[in-house]
């Protein structure tokens, strides 16, 4: 009988565990199946934008900032994960090229970490900026005017292989969606960026 015991408990113990394990909060972070949008969406001022039907968790945005020096595109030949990456480039130190996934369902005081990878070359940084992003929320109401979360910058530059930009954030109470975004911000070169990731941290 205390044999038979034994096993449930270990049983429970891997149930546990596995529902433990963090689920990726984006449906498509590893940028399969997204496609150019030919009209952007009503009320964005976007010259061009990407998009992929994800449901509950939102879409990808791609903003040219009204500048041809820039460039978001599928890249099948560099890749972290999968079939392809978002490949940016940008030929001036004066525009933001942004990919973001936003419409993203949050929780308040909850913690999150947003992760991804991203490969460089050329990248040339004249400030402070350079690799830019990570995680915003606010509420429905308010997303837009009174968003907050931790964007981080890197000074990577120049030349690498894939290497993991990650941050982490506790939403306010009052917090309904987030968005996360990488730009390469005011630095010329090309960055691909891969297998984004948002989890809930369990505390
Ligand atoms: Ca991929």
């Keep these: 009988m205390k044999k038979i015991t034994w096993c449930l408990l270990a049983g429970c113990g891997l149930l546990l565990n596995a529902a433990a394990e963090p689920v990726n909060m984006l449906a498509d972070g590893s940028l399969e199946n997204w496609k150019q949008q030919t009209e952007p969406a009503k009320g964005l001022e976007l010259k061009d934008q990407l998009t992929l039907d994800l449901g509950r968790t ?104 894939w290497r993991k930009f990650e941050t982490e954030v506790v939403t306010r109470p009052t917090d309904q969606q987030a968005m996360v975004q990488i730009q390469l911000r005011n630095a010329t070169g090309t960055i691909w960026v891969d297998d984004l990731e948002l989890v809930k941290v369990e505390e």
């Excluded at 939102?58 to 079939?83: F, M, Q």
């Excluded at 890197?154 to 292989?161: M, P, Q, R, T, V």
């Design 58 to 161: 939102g879409g990808i945005r791609n903003e040219r900032e009204s500048n041809p020096a820039t460039l978001v595109e599928r890249d099948a030949t560099v890749k972290h994960g999968g079939e392809y990456s978002i490949k940016i480039t940008n030929r001036t130190h004066d525009a933001i090229p942004v990919v973001s996934i936003f419409d993203i369902p949050v929780t308040g005081n909850t913690k999150y970490r947003f992760s991804c990878w991203i490969k460089g070359a050329g990248v040339d940084r004249t400030n402070a900026h350079g690799i830019y992003g990570g995680f915003t929320a606010g509420s429905h109401a308010t997303f837009w005017s009174d968003n907050q979360g931790q964007i981080k910058t890197e000074d990577w530059a120049g030349d690498w292989d």
